[in-house]
């Protein structure tokens, strides 16, 4: 488990206000689907979180943990909120080809480390086709550019106004070059030196994905991917979520469920989560203002993500996590 995985979310606003949208979706979902008689599989890490939120709030009680660790295992058995957990010590892939699903299931992979995320791509794309119709895959990647590495001292070249040398290449054009190499025949043919900035490189990687499941499902004549929910986001480590539901072949009903819910995504245009940080006097402010703006009188700063904090706050502020101090 990497050390932004056990992280509390009270310092990762943006994962929060994430997990919160994945919530909202499996919420709307579940009247038609019935997920309350699904099985939940995920990396709950020390304090299963998630697992207390899908039982309270969708009633899901066949709730399975995998963890590799065996410290943060241990810790899951003791801080388990609910008995209905079943906590298990192995790694996530190895749970699933051993298990035989004999009913949907929800499967969260939350990868954090960024050096395989190929073979998290390819693993993600060929679970769409080896779990039962009806179920719902989720997964994060890590979409931090820098993980491409860094190129030698004069193996780049230097810009000046604008002008670059004709044989050396930007450090976009090198990441580009690790990006193909590292992706192979899933690499997007249409990607440019400039999809491979903090900004825009997760959008990459959800281009990625969506390529692999697609090929995957070419396959098979009884299912197709039926994409529900996408994200990009950073609390530190930019990151990016998609979310399918793997829908028999002719069947059209998971999207009208979800053609009046605002928050509906795909990996061609995810949605940017990117909340400032606020104090509680200027999130109040924020909530009980039409012009926040001129209410403050300054300027809330920008993300490297780019987003207008003002625009980002009013869509996503419902979700917007708040932490209090309480002695027990």
Known sequence: MSKGASLPYRLRPNK?????????????????????????????????????????????NDLVSVE??????????????????????????????????????IIWFDYTVPLDVTEQIERFARTVVEVPLNSILRITLNANPESLGKP???????????????????????????????LGTLFPSDLKPEDMTRKRYGNSLLKTLHIAVEKEVLNFTDRRA???????????????????????????????????????????????VDMPALSTLERLTMESCENPQEKLGFKLPKSDMGEDPYQSFKRFYRFFPHFSRVEL
């Open 226 to 272: 039926a994409w529900v929910l996408a994200t990009h986001y950073a609390d530190g480590q930019p990151m990016v979520t998609a979310t399918i539901v793997v829908a028999p072949k002719n069947d059209m009903s998971i999207e009208p469920l979800l053609e009046k819910w605002e928050y509906s995504s795909t990996p061609d245009v995810p949605l940017v």
């Open 16 to 60: 929060a206000v994430d997990r919160e949208l994945f919530l909202g979706l499996l919420s709307r979902l579940a009247p038609s689907m019935e997920l309350e008689d699904y099985r939940y599989v995920g990396l709950g890490g020390p304090f299963l979180e998630d697992f207390r939120l899908l039982h309270a709030r969708l009633g899901i």
């Open 68 to 105: 590799m660790e065996e410290s943060v295992h241990l810790r899951q058995n003791f801080n388990r909120p609910i008995d209905r957990i079943e906590c298990v010590h192995s790694t996530l892939e190895d749970y699933i080809d051993e298990t035989d699903f004999d009913k949907p299931v």
């Open 152 to 182: 030698e001292a004069g193996e780049i070249a230097v810009q000046l106004a604008g002008v670059k040398s004709s044989t050396q290449k930007t450090l976009q054009e090198w990441r580009l070059d690790r990006l193909r190499e590292r």
